[in-house]
């Protein structure tokens, strides 16, 4: 029986069947609340289901495990992340608004600006006299970012057509680009992730009949992280409830809202949830998990957020300047290194290992120097990424993963181009035809060398799958084999093959945890829980953590080192308006409030810039505070 304090139990057992805003601060036990909401929501009810919708796979994955002992669970619980529920409804529902089946997500920015570029090829337009920067190429990459950048921004604020008119006024071709990179990405089978949440929220908006598919299953809907929705994620909650489904609830912390940049604000959580759902309000302000040195900063970022509890340990709060990055570098490798050093603290649950501690950066560009010092102590040490997958570096690793897109996708004209690329091959094809990897595979068998068979091999083999079923184990254990053989041959690089077999190893982990996951049989689904980030790896790898602040967002480790406090990195130099500024200030208390027990923040007195000089710096405005 996990235990609740009067303010958790108050919203665990609260009365069903109607909306709930829960704003809850950094370790108050916003997960537990959420998990245990939901499972008296089982508890309490014979069949009604919950969708629970998080913001990544993680968060899903930790309250799916939380929830797995309750009878029935898998039958009356959908939780997963909202882009991930957005999507099971296109792929089920697309073809009542008009989409083709089995649409391929573009999840990679390259893959969009490439799809961009061609759409303006294609309505005969000189793309650098369009973009009005003449032969400058760094000119054509900014000026390319910039129309993804607002594609992006019409998609997440779901902007009207005459919405889009008024917007770009002073662009007055925008809307027929727009239009134009749309059927783009249409004509060639696929969407990119922002179009994941338009048409599933196009769907249920416009064929109700959908929705009351998923409602006559699921009477409640709980979403956490709701201080980071944008616009089209609220609508996506607001239309599968459809004044339908009153037991909503929304779990947030306005004080953790980091990802603007997306379109995300806490109106959504505290003004437009209030309006539409008149929701019963509860505040949990109690941190569970922090000393109380953590406490005491975070309440100086944020005053009055932080409740800390009397039996908390005292903790550590530490402020270091240093002369430069160099020199702070240095600093934190000592300290890690004195840690270690202590083997056992009593405010430290078990022994203070690497695995207890992270460096959080506002931006991945801090890092240069703390890497290299890192290297020359020999700190063992990995750069915390993001949920999607890392693209192949290995030959065979990018042929593996372009015929699978490419046997899914016969007119992904992009992927193919890059699969002929490399595979040394003309990419004068004919796309959109089934037979296109046999066809690739008989151009190969023409060059008549170990390589060139191989990758023939793999694409008949990939072009055989069965697309509901398919065998992916077999395959991953035939062409194991047939690159551990190659290893005998002195005219292979043994480097590349051990690439090679470790990436073929890496697919048929992504494989082994869809099935253990339920994601899916096919090929397809298969495919977009990989765009999706759901088949990302499992396990915490070795050594000291090095995390970006949105990275780190919803983890937490026993010591944490924040550096690099300085005006123009945290807070970032692009903040210039009010509401910029205080979502920097957000950064800076999700920053301090990872900390279980111990905190130490650093700042360089110069910082080498990237043209070469020097530059003295001044302290972050955050540290001012934090010293008051």
Same mark, same amino acid.
């Given at each position: ?65 939380? *929830? ?82 607002? @594609? ?66 699921? $009477? ?29 609830? *929304? ?16 109106? @959504? ?153 490399? #595979? ?132 937490? $480790? ?6 690099? #406090? ?63």
């Amino acid at each position: 029986m996990i235990k609740l304090s009067d303010k958790q139990a108050e919203v665990v057992y609260a009365p069903l069947n109607q909306g709930m805003q829960i704003l809850a601060s950094a370790g108050s036990g916003k997960t537990r609340v959420l998990t245990e909401r939901i499972r008296h929501i089982l508890a309490s009810t014979k069949k009604e289901g919950v969708i629970g919708l998080t913001f990544t796979n993680k968060a899903a994955d930790e309250m799916n495990s939380r *929830l797995e002992d309750v009878p029935e669970y898998l039958d009356r619980c959908w939780i997963s992340t909202i882009h991930s529920v957005a999507q099971r409804i296109v792929d089920q529902y697309g073809h009542t608004i008009g989409l083709p089946s089995e649409l391929h997500i573009y999840e990679r920015d390259e893959d969009r600006k490439a799809v961009f570029i061609q759409s303006l090829l294609d309505d005969g337009l000189d793309v650098d006299e369009f973009l009005g920067i003449g032969s400058n190429p760094s000119s054509r990459a900014k000026e390319i970012q910039r129309y993804m950048e607002e @594609f992006s921004f019409v998609k997440r604020s779901l902007l009207t057509e005459s919405e889009m008119i008024s917007r770009y006024s002073e662009t007055p071709a925008f809307l027929s680009i727009y239009r134009r990179y749309q059927e783009a990405l249409l004509e060639s089978g696929g969407i990119d992730f922002d179009d994941i949440l338009v048409f599933a929220h196009k769907i249920l908006i416009e064929q109700a009949w959908c929705g009351d598919i998923y409602r006559a299953k699921y $009477k409640h809907v709980c979403v956490d992280e709701a201080q980071d929705l944008n616009k089209a994620q609220y609508e996506f909650v607001r239309a599968l409830a459809a004044g339908k489904i009153k037991s909503v609830m *929304l779990v947030g912390d306005p004080d953790q809202m980091i990802f603007g940049f997306n379109g995300s604000s806490k109106k @959504f959580l505290c003004e437009n949830f209030i309006a539409d759902f008149s929701p019963v309000q509860y505040r949990l302000v109690e941190n569970y998990r922090s000393s109380m040195a953590v406490v005491a900063w975070a309440n100086k970022l944020r005053p009055g957020s932080q409740l800390g509890m009397t039996a908390a340990l005292q903790g550590v709060s530490h402020i270091e300047a240093c002369e430069d990055e160099e020199a702070e570098a240095r600093w934190v490798c000592r300290k890690v290194s004195e840690l270690l050093s202590f083997g056992v603290h009593p405010e430290i649950e078990g022994p203070i290992t690497l695995e207890n501690m992270v460096v959080i950066g506002r931006n991945r560009f801090v890092f240069r120097a703390l890497e290299a010092e890192l290297k020359r102590c020999g700190i063992d040490y990995y750069m915390k990424r993001g949920e999607r997958l890392q693209l192949p570096t290995s030959v065979f690793g990018k042929i593996l993963d372009l015929a699978i897109r490419l046997k899914l996708n016969p007119k992904d004209w992009l992927d193919g181009g890059r699969l002929c690329d490399a #595979l040394g091959i003309d990419k004068d094809q004919a796309w959109g035809e089934i037979g296109i990897l046999s066809d690739l595979a008989m151009q190969l068998r023409a060059k008549n060398d170990l390589f060139s068979n191989l990758y023939a091999d793999l694409l008949l083999a990939i072009n055989e799958l069965d697309g509901e079923t398919p065998n992916i184990p077999k395959m991953c254990v035939v062409f194991a084999g047939a690159l551990s053989s190659l290893v005998t041959s002195s005219a292979v690089e043994e480097a590349e093959v051990e690439r090679s077999l470790s990436e073929l190893e890496e697919f048929r982990g992504c494989w082994t945890t869809y099935k253990r996951k339920g994601l899916g049989e096919s090929l397809s689904a298969f495919r977009n829980s990989m765009a999706l980030g759901q088949l990302s790896e499992p396990y915490q790898k070795t050594g000291l953590t090095i995390s970006t602040v949105h990275t780190m967002k919803g983890l937490e $480790k026993d010591i944490v080192f924040v550096l690099g #406090l300085c005006e123009g990195v945290f807070p970032d130099y692009r903040a210039n308006t009010p509401e910029a500024v205080e979502e920097e200030r957000n950064n800076a208390f999700v920053a301090i409030t990872r900390a279980r027990r111990w905190v130490y923040v650093t700042y360089p007195g110069k910082r080498l810039m990237p043209w070469g000089d020097m530059k003295y710096q001044r302290r972050s405005r955050f540290v001012d505070e934090l010293l008051r």
